[in-house]
């Protein structure tokens, strides 16, 4: 069975993942949702490597949300390769950080140059469900995405 994904969340944390996905699929299809734990596991299902990944004649995601902090392979790196790919160099990324502010970390602000949005994740589980949900509603919903020889 080929995947259609809408929608790939990364996010290491199995609890907040979880609130997430509960949230996405009042918005998406379940089956059209990819959660991944780690930056890698990301790389290599966005490049085709993996076994539920997009392969020739699958869609790519049309919305990624990403955790800045990951195991092993860095968000930094992620979006690094999705923006050097001319499949991937358009797909939205939104950043979902559990600090208000942004450090002085040359990393730190190397991702945010390179996504399309940063957003505060709340800690409370409702408040991350409606903030979740409103943003999958924009760029899915209300965003006119560029259109891609790639669909």
């Not at 059209?32 to 790389?43: D, F, K, N, P, R």
């Amino acid at each position: 069975m080929t995947v259609h994904p809408v929608l790939l969340l990364v996010e290491p944390n199995a609890a907040d993942a979880a609130i997430m996905e509960r949230a996405l699929a009042e918005l998406v299809p379940s089956d059209q949702i990819v959660v991944l734990g780690s930056g890698e596991a990301a790389i290599e299902f966005l490049e085709g490597r993996a076994s539920h990944a997009a392969h020739e004649g699958a869609t790519l995601p049309r919305l990624v949300l990403l955790s800045p902090e990951l195991p092993g392979t860095p968000a930094t790196a992620v979006v690094e390769r999705m923006r050097t790919h001319e499949i991937t160099r358009l797909i939205p990324v939104v950043v979902l950080c559990a600090t208000a502010s942004v450090g002085d970390e040359s990393a730190e602000w190397e991702l945010l140059l390179r996504v399309n949005s940063h957003v505060r994740k709340p800690q409370d589980a409702a408040r991350l469900s409606q903030t979740v949900a409103s943003i999958a509603r924009y760029w899915l919903e209300v965003n006119i995405a560029p259109p891609s020889r790639f669909d």
